[in-house]
């Protein structure tokens, strides 16, 4: 034997280790930008007053609305 057998051993698994650590923080990276807050469970009158303080809606479109809800 002339010495190769560990150098090889040795770099394949240290080269399998870099390409694991590499793909792991490219996903790392990737999944950092999808932070999305959790959902909230809004009541219908929650997002007809969110629509109406937007100008989705007008004033007499809100009433209507106000009206089915109740």
């Known amino acids: ?13 240290l080269g399998m280790a870099v390409l694991i650590v590499l793909i792991w923080a490219v996903t790392k990276g990737i999944n950092a930008g999808q932070n999305t807050p959790p959902t909230e469970n809004k009541s219908a009158l929650d997002i007809l007053k969110e629509r ?19």
Do not use: P, Q, T, V
């Open 52 to 70: 109406y303080a937007r100008g989705e809606i007008d004033k007499e479109e809100f009433d209507e609305k106000m009206h089915l809800i109740s």
């Open 1 to 13: 034997m002339n010495g190769m057998g560990w150098g090889m051993g040795f770099g394949w698994i």
